[in-house]
């Protein structure tokens, strides 16, 4: 066991541009490459490995041949693949949205619910996002809003920047806006309610569906806390920890994927190579790498910038 390159499934939501082809060098043929789900075992779009004997398979094959010591004993509380990672290219808003928890999701869609965070990766001047709301409000409010298309009004806009974190749980009502770019680490779920969505037609003519009803039930009707961290780490919870590391030539990183987590390095900027004692792949910009539990040392050196996301 050791590290394995992987090829993300790219999806063409309506809202997305072409960046993550043109910059991020993600192959895609598509017009409209508005994600790439760079880690993935979701039955909505698995990543396939790009190197070494397993090459042309997928990951979740693959996990699945290696057993679970592959994943890690952090991960025995998960009956799947925890963690999804993707890249995702806001041209245009995203719908205004909410995922419920793990209890909602399980008794009412049969999967988890949905835990994420953003690392910004780019945004124009006046680039913002929606998270929760300006002050609290009542659900008659909240209901009322919906149907008169006045929602916008009272949510909590949050102008961003290259380098912001944002923790979005379960609940917080949010939207990113056009023109930003970010890395989302995320429970492996695809759950999430469409309360508005600006009147805007799918690929088949009509309205994408919205459901109103599960995001009243859900949704916080609050302006979430805003949470600083110090040093590499920026986000932990119990679901996924998230460090955010730059090396320059002549650095050495050294780390150790133990026994108790796999380990997932995405490239975010310039290039990089990773060793471990099996090993040694390059990742430019937009590549990701997944490193087996137990595979010890491993060491990153080049010239860029990565997120390197483990299981607690």
């Not at 102008?159 to 890395?183: F, N, Q, S, W």
């Not at 459901?211 to 009707?221: N, Q, R, S």
């Not at 961290?229 to 955010?244: L, M, P, Q």
């Amino acid at each position: 066991m050791s590290i394995f390159c992987l090829k993300p499934t790219c999806k063409d939501y309506l809202w997305g541009g072409h960046r993550i082809v043109d910059e991020y060098g993600v192959e895609f043929d598509g017009d409209i490459c508005a994600e790439a789900w760079v880690l993935s075992c979701h039955k909505d779009g698995d990543s396939i490995i790009t190197n070494g004997i397993y090459t042309g398979k997928s990951l979740a094959d693959v996990v699945k041949e290696l057993g679970r010591e592959a994943l890690g004993t952090n991960c025995d509380r998960f009956e799947e693949f925890p963690i999804l990672i993707k890249l995702i290219d806001a041209a245009r808003p995203l719908s205004i949205q909410v995922h419920p928890d793990d209890e909602y999701a399980l008794a009412n869609e049969h999967q988890y619910g949905k835990t994420e965070m953003w690392y910004v990766l780019d945004a124009k001047d006046g680039a913002f996002l929606y998270e929760g709301f300006e002050k609290e409000i009542t659900k008659e409010e909240f209901t009322d809003r919906i149907k008169n298309n006045t929602l916008e009004e009272v949510l909590h806009k949050r102008m961003v920047k290259r380098g912001d974190v944002i923790l979005i749980e379960p609940g917080t009502l949010h939207a990113i806006g056009k023109d930003i770019m970010v890395a989302e680490i995320q429970q492996s779920s695809n759950v999430t309610y469409r309360i508005y969505d600006y009147g805007r037609l799918g690929a088949d003519g009509k309205p994408r569906e919205l459901h109103i009803d599960k995001a009243v039930d859900v949704t916080k009707l609050e302006r979430p806390k805003e949470r600083k961290f110090k040093g590499e780490r920026i986000a932990e919870n119990k679901y996924f920890t998230v460090d955010h590391i730059e090396v320059t030539d002549g650095k050495v990183v050294t780390k150790n994927a133990t026994t108790e987590s796999f380990v997932s390095i995405l490239c975010i900027d310039g290039s990089l190579e990773v060793k471990t004692s099996e090993e040694t792949v390059k990742l430019n910009k937009g590549g990701s790498a997944f490193i087996t539990a137990g595979s010890g040392e491993y060491s990153i050196s080049g010239n860029g910038e990565m997120l390197i996301s483990m299981i607690p």
